[in-house]
């Protein structure tokens, strides 16, 4: 079987596994390895499901022609966000020691009081911002959780593209 001749249904949905996987992963090195997640890590599995669940929906609904643009949209929208805030957390992972944010409060206790916070988009902001807890590396395969995420990222949008752009075979009957 050649991947890049499955129909986009298949593709899709073999997207969404390998982003059920990835969060597998995640948990895994969370509870296994006791790789705590920071508000970045866990900002970017939030977005890893939210990617698996536009291709979970995306391979059920297989639209055909036009239809299925819009879910390679969504998909390389998705990605594009997930590529941002894995940016974002490699480049505070950068920083001299002196230069890293300090630690803020925890993210469930952010949530929590997200109304005294100033709402939900504050919490966000915040998160975004970073905090030294981000800036740890704890190398998996040579590579920090977030080299991998931006490397998920960047392969998931583009195999939705690459999806998106084969031409859909003849049914058998």
């Keep these: 079987m050649n ?6 249904r298949v593709s899709l949905l073999a997207g969404f596994l390998v ?15 006791q790789m705590d997640p920071c508000p970045l890590c866990i ?4 977005v890893f499901i939210g990617l698996g669940l536009v291709f979970l929906v995306g391979g059920l609904h297989a639209p055909r022609g036009g239809g299925r643009w819009v879910y390679v949209g969504l998909l390389v929208l998705v990605a594009l966000v997930g590529i941002g805030i894995a940016a974002r957390h490699l480049w505070i992972q950068s920083l001299p020691p002196g230069q ?3 630690c803020g409060a925890p993210l469930g206790y952010l949530l929590e009081t997200r109304a005294s916070n100033g709402g939900l988009v504050r919490v966000l902001l915040k998160v975004l911002s970073g905090s030294g807890e981000c800036a740890a590396v704890q190398p998996i395969l040579g590579l920090s959780m977030p080299w991998w995420s931006l490397i998920w990222f960047v392969l998931l949008g583009l195999w939705a593209v690459l999806a998106g752009a084969r031409r859909p075979t003849a049914t058998r009957r």
Excluded at 3 to 8: C, E, G, I
Excluded at 43 to 46: A, F, I, K, W, Y
Aim: contains cysteine; glycine residues 8%.
């Design 3 to 8: 991947p890049l001749r499955w129909s986009f």
């Design 19 to 33: 982003c059920a996987g990835l969060i597998g992963f995640a948990l895994y090195a969370q509870y296994v390895l």
């Design 43 to 46: 900002l970017q599995r939030v």
């Design 100 to 102: 890293v944010p300090s």
